[in-house]
């Protein structure tokens, strides 16, 4: 069984930046292509960004150029660097871990921005 614990998410202005940290309780963290969902209030889950074992990188149109998906397998952690962000960007984020059709997810972190 997976588990992943998501943090870093809270309050931040307009134009500001967070960094969203995913850590995967998972042997073989490095097989598993992650990625970063994000639900807003009366909304769908939509895919933000994804990252393959091979480190290919995937990005929804609207946060293309403002946010970066990394990983770290040594330490069993995928990252969302998200710079310049915008009202819109207000959702519970989550973290996916996906491999050979199996998902797991994480609870989510919420992320607001306001001024």
């Known amino acids: 069984q997976v588990q992943l614990v998501e943090s870093g998410g809270g309050l931040v202005q307009p134009g500001g930046s967070l960094r969203l940290s995913c850590a995967a309780s998972?042997?073989?963290?490095?097989?598993?292509?992650m990625g970063w969902y994000r639900q807003a209030p009366g909304g769908q889950r939509e895919l933000v960004a994804t990252?393959?074992?091979?480190?290919?990188?995937h990005y929804a149109d609207s946060v293309k150029g403002r946010f970066t998906i990394s990983r770290d397998n040594a330490k069993n952690t995928v990252y969302l660097q998200m710079n310049n962000l915008k009202p819109e960007d207000t959702a519970v984020y989550y973290c996916?871990?996906?491999?050979?059709?199996?998902?797991?997810w994480g609870q989510g972190t919420q992320v607001t921005v306001s001024s």
């Open positions: 990252i393959t074992s091979g480190r290919n990188t």
């Open positions: 998972v042997v073989i963290f490095r097989l598993y292509t």
């Open positions: 996916n871990a996906g491999l050979a059709g199996t998902h797991y």
